[in-house]
């Protein structure tokens, strides 16, 4: 890592933990970011124009690196993935998270237009509709078995819901057990409700 790296990664790391702390970004000013860092307001102006710029790129390090990273696993050419166990955009979404806790605690703080959820729908529906994703089932192998559109959604916010949970917990499960989790959800379908008197 050269020292433009280096000085990026301690502004963003300093703005993390003053999202924490402070829970929005509205009371945070560039001289509580540099004091934090150890670095001087020019340093900050000579790689983000102001807060807002360097919340645009934290959010960039949540989704855009996950999007990346999922794009990587289902290489040109893949017609068709084989859902056994867990799956790799799992298990990569989960571990990506798990990696970066601090950056998406911090990032479910913000009160924005567009919050990490809502990025993370539109990154997902973006993927799911650029690979022309179909849903199918053992019972009907080459076509979906309903609304695709409808399956895609339910895919969609079944998993931010789940992370959603999982940051709001303080992470109190591991990335492993969050993929196992999810993989059961999915194929041990809910058949029934049990209630109390």
Not at 16 to 22: A, F, G, S, T, Y
Not at 53 to 59: C, I, Q, R, V
Request: one cysteine or more; charged letters at 25%.
């Amino acid at each position: 890592m050269n020292r433009k790296q280096q000085t990026i990664r301690e502004l963003k790391s300093s703005f993390i933990d003053l999202i924490i702390l402070k829970g929005s970004i509205e009371n945070i000013t560039i001289l509580d970011i540099t004091d934090r860092a150890n670095l001087n307001r020019g340093t900050f102006y000579t790689h983000f124009n102001d807060k807002y710029d360097l919340t645009t790129a934290l959010f960039a390090d949540a989704i855009d690196e996950i999007a990346t990273k999922l794009k990587e696993l289902t290489p040109i050419g893949t017609k068709r993935i084989k859902a056994e166990g867990i799956l790799p955009s799992t298990k990569c979404i989960f571990e990506h998270i798990e990696e970066h806790k601090s950056l998406y605690a911090a990032l479910d703080l913000l009160d924005l237009k567009h919050s990490l959820y809502e990025r993370f729908e539109m990154m997902f529906y973006s993927l799911l509709k650029e690979k022309e994703v179909v849903f199918v089932r053992e019972s009907s192998p080459h076509e979906t078995d309903g609304d695709n559109d409808l399956i895609i959604s339910y895919y969609i916010h079944s998993i931010i819901g789940i992370i959603k949970y999982w940051i709001r917990s303080d992470f109190k499960y591991t990335a492993s057990y969050m993929g196992e989790q999810l993989t059961s959800m999915y194929s041990n379908r809910v058949t029934g409700f049990l209630m109390s008197d």
